[in-house]
């Protein structure tokens, strides 16, 4: 009552190498150990593994491959993680050259993290490749408020004798955490967040306000670098969508070779959307994969029954090898 599943496993256990042979829409492949294993159809999901793009590279003629790449990561940034580690924004802005995304944000030991983070990277994989993942990320903390600078110059004609750095009483105090106003407070004056200071709303001048303005909508964190390998979520990347036909999951160039999951170039933001990515992809290749099988041994038979019915295209071949 269920679709039939196609699996293809190009090699035995620890083989590193198999030679693979496809011949009028037949597979064959044949492992270092000896056994060989033989089918109609092959559904190609070996995820981000280096030899399945090998793979995909070589049959059929050569499909092409979008370099692989990280995408949903954290970014490292130096200095934050005994300042601020467990802190977290309801809603933040952040901006990578012309890319910017909103969400939830994360504070980390290591970094910036959290949906916003996430999103962001995953836009921007190309390009934070390409930077070799060092450059600046801009924080807003406050993306919904229109007026910052006009919110704090009315605190501060309100509240003239109360210390800017106070953590019981602050402008955007049900949006802001205390250590992240403190830690920005002493950023903008040019102080230690561990020093005392006895600065007070009335004394801070235009500029002042203004870089204060600045921390909480524009504060840059420069960053050196992305969690570990493994660490990121999903690969960007992978078998170009342009040799195939995303109706069936079938190769345009290998007639019965079917691709699924994260070996194709398609990756999503958090939510549960990659996971939904590989599990369509995976049914419509394998019951894609299923009717050809189907449709191959039937037109087997008719030219069994009818030797002198030619039904198809001529035979073709080729071998590949790992």
Known sequence: DGATKVD???????????ETSFKYFNFRVETKSGRTHEADAVVLATG????????????????????????????????????????????????????????????THRGLSGPCALKLSAFAARR??????????????????????????????????????????????????KRLWTFLVADCLEEESTSSSSARWGDLDKSK??????????????????????????????????????????????????FAGELLDVDAVTGGFNFQACWTSGFLAGTSAADFALARRREQERRHHHPGVVVGQEESSSTTKL
Request: charged letters at 30%.
């Open 48 to 107: 981000s593994a280096p030899k399945g793009y090998l793979l995909a590279k070589a049959l059929g003629g050569g499909h092409e491959i979008e370099k692989p790449m990280p995408s949903l990561f954290s970014f490292r940034v130096r200095g934050v993680g005994d300042k601020l580690a467990g802190l977290s924004l309801k809603r933040a802005s952040l901006t990578f050259d012309r890319h910017v995304q909103e969400g939830p944000l994360l504070f």
């Open 209 to 258: 306000v203004r870089a204060l303005r600045d921390a909480l909508t524009a504060r840059p964190f420069a960053f050196d670098g992305r969690d570990a390998n493994k660490d990121e979520f999903v690969t960007a990347g992978g078998v170009s969508l342009k040799d195939v036909d995303t109706r069936t999951m079938q190769s345009k160039k290998t007639p019965g070779l079917y």
């Open 128 to 177: 934070l490749a390409d930077v070799g993942y060092r450059g600046t990320l801009t924080l807003n903390a406050l993306p919904d408020e229109d007026d910052v600078l006009g919110a704090l110059v009315d605190y501060k004609q309100r509240h003239p004798t109360q210390e800017v750095r106070s953590p019981k009483k602050r402008p955007f105090a049900d949006t802001i955490p």
């Open 8 to 18: 293809y496993e190009v090699c035995d256990d620890d083989d590193d190498d198999a």
